[in-house]
């Protein structure tokens, strides 16, 4: 059974900082790329960051690249979002995903076939 659990979510004031993480289990961890995804109240959900399956390829749209990193741990089958400088419009759910393979395209949704449930991040200003 294939399950990806996130936590660490929670409410933060802006300009300060989470850490999210994602245990994985359930597949072969190893071969699958990873990515973080939010979703705010009334909007479509979007791509936050994508780690390929190496540990040392990572991708990040513009906002929010240079201010939240993702890492891979293929020991202990764990996914990680650090999350500095946080903003209220990073407010959202944010859910884990993984995909089987390579991709050219990390911010699609359709390359992962597994999905967490979510843990909700509140920004206040």
């Known amino acids: 059974q294939v399950q990806l659990v996130e936590s660490g979510g929670g409410l933060v004031q802006a300009g300060g900082s989470l850490s999210l993480s994602c245990a994985a289990s359930g597949f072969t961890f190893g071969t699958h790329v990873l990515g973080w995804f939010r979703q705010a109240p009334g909007k479509e959900r979007e791509f936050v960051a994508g780690?390929?399956?190496?540990?040392?390829?990572?991708y990040y749209p513009k906002s929010v690249k240079g201010r939240f990193t993702i890492a891979r741990d293929n020991a202990k089958n764990m996914i990680y979002l650090q999350m500095n400088s946080l903003k209220p419009e990073d407010t959202a759910v944010y859910f884990c995903?993984?995909?089987?393979?390579?991709?050219?395209?990390?911010?699609?949704?359709?390359?992962?076939?597994?999905w967490g449930q979510g843990t909700q991040v509140t920004v206040s200003s």
């Open positions: 780690v390929s399956l190496r540990p040392d390829y990572t």
């Open positions: 995903a993984a995909g089987q393979g390579s991709t050219a395209d990390y911010s699609s949704e359709e390359k992962y076939q597994y």
